[in-house]
């Protein structure tokens, strides 16, 4: 019933662990792999070692989390092991989604060209990390930039699907989904977080290091939730909802809204990895109560 295919990959379910949340390290990924997603997406992997920004990076409010982890990364050259052991994945048949970052489109290329060669089944681009030194949230604000990214990206993966992911902070996040379409995006991620700040009062000062981090969990959900909406139709490649997923409900609504994939990032960090198995769960439960087989004939559903 929720078998679903995404740039010729096929997966047990449409959701997908987002980026970052279990960072690069193999044995955490195939466990939340083994636990029911249906797909699995490494952090972002740059150019050279970094350690990120410092603590506190990662913090919760009331409606989510606000993180500057400031893409810490080992650095593409150090990932070989980790690779090595992510080959487990293809036994279980559960996606790899690689992630990859740099500070200028060169280096995006330079990453490509190293993380295509372990043959992951997609590559995403962070185009749109808000908590970045060189403003990274600034490539998915561009159309002409994300263009020249993906399409520089797209002549070195080969045959690897490429997936764009955008940013809500842009003026029109559509026309940057539309440009990276035609620049060879094989999917698009709507969305990255969004720009954000928590005061703490009694400091008197910005709560995390970095001062300024990205949003994530329910109160993105609304923001992204209309990204993919205005998307859906607009673009011809397949859209992942990312943004607030928690449960079954949440993960049917970015599929009415037109997504094929449900990214969930935040609520693995708050509840841990049985937000797949649930999830999934509550979709079927919720398909077959109200008479659908497949998931496919509801989406799009909220444009009819
Ligand atoms: C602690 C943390 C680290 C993240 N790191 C990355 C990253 O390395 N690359 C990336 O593309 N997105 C990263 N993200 C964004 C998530 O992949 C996801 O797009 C976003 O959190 C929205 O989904 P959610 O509301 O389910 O968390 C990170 C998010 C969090 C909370």
Known sequence: MLKTKFCKLNLNNPTRLASGIMGVNAGQLIRVAKEGAGAVTMKSIGPKERK??????????????????????????????EFEELKALKKIRVPLIASIYGSKASEFLEVAEYVAGKNPDAIELDISCPHTEWGGTQFACDP???????????????????????????????AVGVACEEA????????NTMPG???????????????????????????????????????????????????????????????????????????????????????????KQNGYSKLSQVRGIAHE
Not at 52 to 77: C, D, F, M, R, S
Not at 184 to 191: K, M, Q, T, V
Not at 262 to 269: E, K, M, Q, T
Request: charged share 20%; proline share 6%.
């Open 144 to 174: 002409e930039i994300s263009h020249k990214i993906v399409s520089g990206v797209k002549d070195v993966a080969g045959k690897i699907p490429i997936i764009a992911k955008l940013t809500p902070a842009a003026t029109s996040p559509i």
């Open 197 to 287: 700040m928590i005061i703490d009062v009694d400091a008197r000062k910005p709560i995390l290091a970095f001062k300024k981090g990205g949003m994530s969990g329910p109160a993105l959900k609304p923001i992204n939730m209309k990204i993919v909406y205005e998307l859906y139709g607009k673009v011809k490649v397949p859209i992942i909802g990312e943004g607030g997923i928690t449960n079954g409900k949440d993960a049917l609504e970015y599929v009415m809204a037109g997504a094929t994939l449900c990214g969930i990032g935040s609520a693995v960090y708050k509840h841990g990895s049985g937000v797949f198995k649930k999830t999934t769960k509550e979709m079927e439960q919720w398909l």
């Open 52 to 81: 990120g920004h410092k603590n506190p990076a990662v913090i919760e409010w009331n409606h989510g989390l606000l993180n500057a982890v400031g893409l810490p990364t080992p650095g593409y050259k150090n990932t070989e092991e």
């Open 184 to 191: 060879g995006a094989d999917a698009i991620c709507a969305a």
